[in-house]
């Protein structure tokens, strides 16, 4: 009495299934065909994990068991089966037979009547679309509406996760459009996500944790048509983007309660509704501006977002960048330049002076809303962490949700790298201020952060913008030193240091240069090589004869001074012809030594002349102190063998020199004349290349 008795155990439920669901026996042929067909894919797979040859034993072993049972089952999955038979008996609600067959027809009848039938109905191609299918089954599993919003949200529903990543692989790979691989491993989790398997070893009655691990659901979902590389790709996007989708570390499973992800885009769509109600100056806007500030602390030219143009400095010595609002990229062209214009000619109400030491950073359209998107995500992290205890998520969950974060990080970090890819600069055409727009266009850049990209763009992509060095000849150039300003006006010879300073900075002409430190390093290279002299103390007065009234010890001409010796508040400096002479205390012709004294017999040949100038001062002729000559002046004709042999003597001269330099005049004449493209080529690109400046006497 009382003793409990099972009708049907094991496979013996497959030939009932059969005889009750289908109109005759199947096709024995089609059967074995289609059984072996699963087992050469679903061997190979197993054998491709298997280390030993007892895996790989065990795993042809498995293949020939799980054979066997398919062309028994057939046309049903075994794995179908198991999941009603081991898994939902273990839900209350669940009638073992009765409700195993009432669910498969509701299934076959679906997929006869509305087509989309495979070879086999496994656990990942029941019809869940089909409200006659998912009523069926969710109320033979006792959960009837709770799992609607699982399905609609992550496995069929028009914008279903699942469904997403199926029409996104199918644009990539057409052939998988008629598998959609993600909707069958989806609808195979939400079969296992009920019921679960006795616990080996324990009581009838104990059952592991609803769920399935990644090697059953492969074994289950793949086929002829569904590799298990795809579907493993598959399963791990489902993992990062479904909703209600859970994982434990081991086992997958649907449940109603959402998941972190869940979690996170209900918190983004709240971070992007008050950005909306703050018409663009909500949290999102107020994060990237702390994202970008941090990027670039340390750099005191960038100006990060300036609302007005007196919210750039003026009269700073310095090449600033200003780096504008993402709004500036929503604007019309017309409206942009506009408002660029305003940023680089004013300062507030007054007219700006230092134009040409600044530059614009412009937006990059197509980067602002994704990096919108990612920092929006991060915002909803951030919500979601800071009541991790009242949402109680586990360790796991507290683990995807940084591996979320970090994911994101890595989104707004590639966004930043791109976002300001061009820069505008003031440029004066035809009188009236023009924009030059310096962009990268398809060249790559080395830096990576973000204002080092922008200065390598400035100064090492195509032609240089902006000049870390300058020549005092440019110096004297740009400020005309040793010019006549005007018609029947006498040359200037001389200008305070921050007039020069002011004309770098002011004018809007190249060379732009990083800072007022490249200027004073370029003086004092000039007073080193006597281009100018520089004198302190303020600006002196210019003589009856042409000389200006300064004492010796205020001036410095000819000799090595330190950068932070030129002060532009009162350096002052002065063409060479403008020093006040020096009483001589030698005969000025004991200055020079005979030609023949460095020259060789054979060296009176030749077609060029080289003369050889140092320093400056006096000698005497006496043999003895003629080894501490101050100047030193050779001139000699050499044949092109003869010069090459003269560089070692030059180069020893100049290195005993002052400022490790000596002065050169070349002179080479021809009756038939120089090519002027051969010149160029082989003569004065040369010295171009070795940046030594020099004067062409015609």
Not at 227 to 239: F, G, P, Q, Y
Not at 249 to 264: A, E, H, M, Q, S
Not at 396 to 410: C, G, H, I, S
Request: charged share 30%; with cysteine; proline share 6%.
């Amino acid at each position: 009495m009382d003793q409990l008795r099972e009708p049907v155990s094991g496979d013996e439920v497959l030939p009932i299934l059969q005889r009750r669901l289908l109109g005759g026996a199947p096709d024995a042929s089609s059967a074995t065909k289609i059984s072996t067909a699963y087992q050469n894919i679903i061997t190979g797979m197993q054998r491709a994990h298997a280390e030993t040859p007892s895996e790989r034993q065990q795993a042809d072993e498995e293949g020939r068991l799980m054979r066997d049972r398919m062309r028994a089952a057939y046309p049903f999955h075994p794995a179908l089966i198991d999941i009603m038979r081991e898994r939902w008996t273990a839900v209350d609600a669940f009638q073992r037979t009765r409700g195993a067959l009432r669910f498969l027809a509701s299934c076959m009848h679906s997929l006869k009547k509305n087509g989309g039938a495979k070879a086999l109905l496994g656990p990942g191609d029941i019809p869940v679309k089909d409200v006659d299918v998912r009523v069926k089954m969710l109320k033979e599993l006792g959960v009837q509406n709770d799992y609607d919003p699982v399905i609609t949200a992550d496995i069929d529903g028009p914008n279903a996760r699942a469904k997403r990543i199926d029409d996104r692989m199918a644009r990539e790979t057409p052939a998988l459009a008629s598998v959609k691989p993600a909707t069958r491993i989806a609808t195979a989790i939400l079969l296992y996500s009920f019921g679960g398997l006795r616990r080996e070893g324990s009581g009838s009655d104990e059952t592991l944790p609803p769920g399935v691990t990644e090697n059953e659901l492969l074994a289950a979902c793949v086929g002829p048509d569904l590799d298990n590389i795809t579907a493993t790709a598959v399963l791990s996007e489902l993992r990062n983007t479904c909703l209600y989708l859970h994982y434990d570390g081991v086992r997958y499973g649907f449940k109603k309660d959402p998941n972190v992800t869940k979690l996170i885009e209900d918190a983004e769509q709240t971070v992007a509704r008050e950005d909306s109600q703050a018409r663009g100056h909500g949290p999102g806007r107020s994060r990237i501006k702390e994202m970008l500030d941090a990027r670039l602390a340390g750099h005191h030219t960038a100006i990060v977002w300036p609302a007005k143009s007196q919210d750039i400095p003026d009269e700073d010595p310095r090449f600033l960048v200003a780096y504008l609002p993402l709004e500036f990229a929503a604007e019309g062209r017309s409206e942009q330049e506009r408002q660029a214009k305003e940023y680089l000619t004013k300062y507030g109400d007054r007219p700006r002076r230092f134009r040409n030491g600044l530059g614009l950073a412009i937006p990059e359209k197509k980067q602002i809303e994704v990096l919108r998107r990612a920092v929006r995500y991060l915002l909803a992290i951030d919500r979601v962490e800071a009541k991790k205890q009242q949402l109680r998520l586990t360790k796991d969950q507290l683990d995807q949700l940084r591996e979320r974060k970090r994911t994101e990080q890595a989104a707004a970090e590639s966004c930043f790298r791109e976002l300001y890819t061009a820069v505008w600069l003031p440029r004066v055409q035809d009188g009236d201020l023009e924009l030059e727009k310096v962009e990268r266009g398809g060249r790559p850049l080395q830096a990576t952060g973000v204002h080092e990209r922008i200065m390598e763009l400035l100064t090492s992509v195509g032609t240089p913008r902006i000049h870390g060095s300058v020549t005092p000849r440019k110096i004297a150039e740009r400020v005309r030193l040793g010019e006549r300003l005007s018609e029947g006006e006498p040359p200037l010879m001389g200008i305070k240091a921050s007039d020069v300073l002011e004309s770098f900075f002011r004018d809007i002409a190249p060379p732009r240069l990083e800072s007022a430190s490249v200027l004073r390093k370029g003086i004092a290279r000039g007073v080193s090589e006597s281009v100018f002299a520089y004198a302190s103390g303020g600006s002196p007065v210019l003589g009856p004869d042409g000389k200006y009234q300064v004492s010796r010890d205020k001036l410095i001409l000819g000799r090595s001074i330190a950068d932070d010796e030129v002060d532009f508040d009162s350096g002052f400096l002065m063409m060479p012809a403008g020093v006040p002479d020096v009483p001589a205390t030698r005969p000025a012709d004991a200055d020079c030594i005979e030609p023949g004294l460095l020259s060789t017999p054979n060296m009176q040949e030749g077609v060029k002349e080289i003369g050889v100038e140092t320093g400056s001062g006096s000698t005497t002729t006496d043999p003895e102190t003629a080894r501490r000559r101050k100047r030193v002046s050779l001139t000699f004709e050499a044949t092109r063998d003869q010069v090459f042999k003269a560089f070692p003597a030059i180069a020893n001269l100049a290195d005993k020199s002052d400022g490790a330099k000596v002065r050169i005049r070349i002179e080479g004449s021809s009756a038939a004349g120089f090519d002027p493209s051969w010149l160029r080529n082989a003569v004065e690109e040369p010295l171009d290349e070795a940046d030594i400046e020099r004067t062409i006497e015609e």
